[in-house]
C-alpha cells in the first residue's frame, strides 16, 4: 500500500485519515480482526528488522522496507493478486502504474513475470482508480502506465 516505504507514524499516529483508512481496509481484505492493534504490528515488523526487513530513519522517522528488492518484487505479487482490489483502491499510484496491467496488454517480451495481472472482475475499479489519479494530480502516474505505454 505504501509502495516499499512504511513509516513508523503510519503505525503510530492517528493523525492523517488517509493513511488510517488504507490500513483498516487492508486488514478488511486479509481478514485480520480489527482489533488487532497497530502498535502490535509495529512490533511485529521490528522482530522482522534484520531477517526479512531493514529499517533506517528518513527525515527522523523509521521506514521499514523488506531486506531485498527481489523479496519485496515476490511479496508484491503474491499480495497483490491475494488482495487485488484492495491493492487497486488504497496501493500507491505510482506502484499501481508500473506493476498492474491488464491480461490483454501482456506480452512476455514486455513484462516480468511479477507482472501484476488485473483480474477482468477488477477492470473497472482500475479504470476507475486510473481516473481518481488524474483528479488527484498524479497526472504522470497515469500516462506512464504499463497498460498505456503500447499505446503511445
Not at 485480520?32 to 522517522?61: A, G, H, M, P, W
Request: proline share 1%; with cysteine; net charge negative.
Amino acid at each position: 500500500m505504501f509502495d516499499n516505504h512504511l513509516l513508523k507514524h503510519y503505525l503510530t499516529n492517528d493523525d492523517d485519515g488517509e493513511i488510517k483508512i488504507k490500513i483498516e481496509k487492508t486488514y478488511k481484505a486479509c481478514n485480520i480482526n480489527i482489533d488487532v492493534s497497530k502498535q502490535s504490528l509495529l512490533n511485529e515488523f521490528e522482530v522482522l528488522v534484520d531477517s526479512f526487513t531493514v529499517s533506517f530513519y528518513d527525515y527522523f522517522d523509521k521506514v521499514f522496507l523488506p531486506k531485498t528488492r527481489q523479496f519485496f518484487d515476490i511479496l508484491a505479487k503474491y499480495i497483490g493478486t491475494k488482495i487485488q482490489s484492495c491493492l487497486i483502491e488504497c496501493g500507491d499510484a505510482s506502484f499501481l502504474s508500473q506493476r498492474a496491467a491488464f491480461r490483454c496488454s501482456v506480452t512476455n517480451e514486455m513484462f516480468s513475470p511479477l507482472t501484476l495481472i488485473i483480474e477482468e472482475r477488477h477492470k473497472d475499479i482500475y479504470l476507475k482508480r486510473m481516473i481518481r489519479d488524474l483528479n488527484d494530480d498524479y497526472v504522470s502516474d497515469v500516462f506512464v502506465n504499463i497498460n498505456l505505454g503500447r499505446y503511445m
